[in-house]
């Protein structure tokens, strides 16, 4: 399976100039703030600040994603987290709230793993690289946001409402947002990227409902989510 419309810049090498600028100003400009989030951390559970995890990126390659630490040192149990996890520390869900845990993931933008805009990256245990709508999603940099992100901005009060929640994540959820990673990445412009940076920082800074039909319009052709109708079944 082929994207049908990749997106293209003008000149080559302009996408990752543009991602290692801002990736390198946001984590200037963020600086103190990590500072801040850092001896919170520190304070509500000890060390460590980060988290690290493998995914897989662009191709099937493998590479280590960073985050802030928001579960208790130590927790073991399911690789998702679900509404009412009790891993989850006080710090912790002030973090996953305004998705402040995602930040160190700059570093994974300025090493070149990563976008700013691209599906997000899973892990191995979730991956089928043999798959077509996998290998369709493999061929584009995995980002720090992307229109599934935003659509599925409440995940783990969804998971949360399921009595199997690993199960609903791997047999329901994560098709639909393959599904919504296709869908933007046969529309995708520097102009749409740009309104999906904008409207990703405004749901961090004012958590609030999400309509996917209004994403969708907002970020998609008239008429092309085909995805929002399998979305709305999983929301």
Known sequence: MKILKPWRWTLPGLPRIFDALCAAGGLILLAPLFAILALVILWDDGRPVFFSQERIGRTGKRFRIWKLRTMRAGSRGIAITAAGDLRVTRSGHVLRK??????????????????LVGPR?????????????????????????????????????????????????????????????????????FRRDLKLILLSIGYSLFPRKIDPDSICRALCEAGSCRATATVKRNL
Do not use: C, H
């Open 121 to 189: 990256p899973e892990m191995p245990e979730y991956v089928q690289t043999g798959a077509p709508i996998w290998q369709a999603v493999l061929q584009v940099q995995p980002g720090i946001t992307d229109l599934a992100s935003l659509v599925y901005r409440e995940e783990e009060e969804i998971l949360g409402a399921s009595a199997d929640p690993e199960t609903t994540y791997r047999n329901q959820v994560l098709p639909a947002k393959l599904l919504l990673n296709l869908e933007y990445l046969r529309v995708r412009s």
């Open 98 to 115: 305004y998705k402040l845990d995602e930040l160190p993931q700059l570093f994974n933008v300025l090493r070149g793993d990563m976008s």
